[in-house]
C-alpha cells in the first residue's frame, strides 16, 4: 500500500507518462506534464510549510495541491466565496507561510504568489532540499461551508486518505481506467477527494471551470466519462439535463 497521498500519482507517471491525467473541458494534461510540473513547485514550496490555496478550478489548483502534498507541507484549501472578512479571520487562524491565488488577496498580510505566473515565480525562486512526509503527518486542511457560523477546519492526515484509497478501490473499483468526472468546485472536499483519489489510482480526472451541467450530460453520453462524482443538487441537475 502507498505510505503518502502523492505516492500513487507519482508512480502512475512513471509506469505511463503519455496516459490523460486531468482534462479541463477539451484540455488535457499528461500524468508526465503534470508530475514534472509538480516536482518543479515542490522543490520551491518551503519543506513542511503550511500553504494556502486560493482559486477557482484550474490545471494549477492541482498543480500547486500535489506539490505542497510533494514537499511534505499542509495544504489550506480556501473557498473563493469567502467574504474579505471571513478570508481574513481564516488567514489569521491558520497562518500559512504563503498562498497561491488566481486573484488579489488585499487583506493578506502573507505572500500571495499569482498563479497565473506560475513560471515567473519558479525561476526566479531557490529551491530547497527534497523532504518526505510521514505517514501520520497532516497534509490538508479544509473548511465547513460555515452556514452555522465562521468556517471551521476539518483535517486530514495522509494515512487517513491511503486507506480512504484503498476502500475506495475495493468497494467502487477505482482504478487507472478510471475516467471520472467531478465538475464541482475543488475548494469543496468531495471535488478535491475525487481529483486526488483518482490520480492516485492513476485514471483520469475531469474536471470543469464552472460548473456546465448541459456539458457533463454531454460527455457521459459520449462515453468520455465512467463515473461522475457530485452532490445530489449537482447530480439532479444533469440528470435533467440529460
Not at 34 to 49: E, K, M, T, Y
Not at 169 to 189: K, M
Request: overall charge negative; charged content about 15%; some cysteine.
Amino acid at each position: 500500500m502507498n505510505a503518502l497521498v502523492t505516492d500513487g500519482f507519482f508512480a502512475a507517471a512513471a509506469r505511463n507518462p503519455a496516459r490523460p491525467a486531468v482534462a479541463i473541458g477539451d484540455d488535457a494534461q499528461t500524468y508526465g506534464a503534470l508530475s514534472a510540473r509538480v516536482n518543479a513547485l515542490a522543490r520551491r514550496i518551503p519543506p513542511g510549510a503550511r500553504v494556502g490555496l486560493l482559486m477557482d478550478n484550474s490545471a494549477a489548483f492541482i498543480e500547486t495541491l500535489l506539490a505542497v502534498m510533494a514537499a511534505g507541507g499542509v495544504a489550506m484549501v480556501m473557498e473563493p466565496l469567502w467574504t474579505p472578512a471571513t478570508r481574513a479571520a481564516m488567514l489569521a487562524a491558520h497562518r500559512p507561510a504563503l498562498v497561491f491565488a488566481d486573484r488579489a488577496v488585499p487583506d493578506a498580510e502573507i505572500p500571495v504568489i499569482d498563479v497565473r505566473a506560475l513560471d515567473d515565480w519558479i525561476a526566479g525562486t531557490v529551491e530547497h532540499a527534497p523532504h518526505r512526509a510521514r505517514p501520520h503527518d497532516l497534509f490538508l486542511i479544509v473548511f465547513t461551508s460555515g452556514s452555522t457560523g465562521v468556517p471551521k477546519a476539518v483535517i486530514r492526515s495522509h494515512a487517513s486518505w491511503v486507506a480512504s484509497f484503498a476502500a475506495s478501490a475495493a468497494e467502487l473499483g477505482t482504478n487507472a481506467d478510471s475516467r471520472v468526472l467531478a465538475p464541482g468546485p475543488l475548494s469543496h472536499g468531495l471535488t478535491l477527494y475525487a481529483a486526488v483519489e483518482t490520480l492516485n489510482a492513476g485514471g483520469m480526472i475531469g474536471l470543469q471551470r464552472a460548473f456546465d451541467a448541459v456539458a457533463c450530460a454531454r460527455d457521459l453520453r459520449a462515453g468520455r466519462f465512467d463515473t461522475l462524482v457530485g452532490a445530489p443538487t449537482l447530480l439532479d441537475l444533469v440528470i435533467e439535463a440529460g
